[in-house]
């Protein structure tokens, strides 16, 4: 029964991790004006979001802004909306990573397969979804992809973490039941 349950789980993930590759390249492949209203459709979203619940003001958030500033080596010109775009990059691929290290560790339980899948199939995807976008009269840029991998490595460690925490407490779990049955 165990395995059929791994086999349904690896089948799902297989199945998101393409659904959501094409969503990845769904978005890459609208035109320059098309994107630049999303971009704007969702900042003007989170200004509204903002007005209600006052998030802009907080200390993490100028902390947060401030940090993806500086991994973007941007410097204050850079508008919110490509501030929004660069987000969009970065959780789009840490999902990508996420999922496609969860992946790869169900279908090998080895720590260094999930690490490197998660962070290269992630890679290429990037480097496609860049190229695409040149079809699209869109400007396909190496920061994008740095973005991209930068997101997929996050999710990949996220992954990774979680895997290590559940691998530790199954472990201490055991451990457990076996000092459980000796009497002194």
Same mark, same amino acid.
């Given at each position: ?12 993930? &297989? ?21 630049? +209203?999303?971009?704007?459709? $969702?900042?003007?979203?989170? %200004? ?37 775009? =660069?987000?969009?990059?970065? #959780?789009?691929?840490?999902?990508? #990573? ?14 260094? @397969?999930?690490?490197? @899948? #998660?962070? =290269?199939?992630?890679? $290429? ?7 695409? +976008?040149?079809?699209?009269?869109? +400007?396909?840029? $190496? ?5 991209? &991998? ?16 559940? $691998?530790?407490?199954?472990?201490? %779990? ?11």
């Amino acid at each position: 029964m165990r395995d059929f349950r791994k086999g349904v789980l690896i089948f799902t993930l &297989l199945l998101f991790l393409a659904l959501w590759i094409g969503v990845i390249f769904y978005f890459s492949s609208e035109t320059p004006e098309c994107s630049a +209203q999303r971009s704007v459709y $969702v900042y003007t979203i989170l %200004k509204k979001l903002d007005t209600i619940l006052d998030f802009s003001k907080t200390e993490a958030f100028t902390k947060l802004v401030s940090l993806f500033r500086k991994l973007l080596g941007a410097t204050s010109e850079v508008s919110t909306v490509e501030l929004i775009r =660069s987000s969009a990059h970065f #959780g789009f691929y840490a999902i990508l #990573g996420f999922v496609t290290s969860l992946l790869s560790w169900l279908w090998k339980r080895d720590f260094l @397969v999930s690490l490197l @899948v #998660g962070t =290269s199939l992630p890679a $290429v995807v990037a480097i496609l979804d860049e190229f695409n +976008q040149a079809f699209h009269r869109r +400007q396909s840029t $190496v920061v994008d992809a740095f973005v991209d &991998l930068m997101g997929a490595m996050f999710g990949t460690v996220l992954a990774n973490l979680m895997i290590a925490l559940i $691998v530790l407490l199954e472990y201490l %779990k055991s451990k457990r039941g076996r000092f459980k049955n000796i009497r002194p």
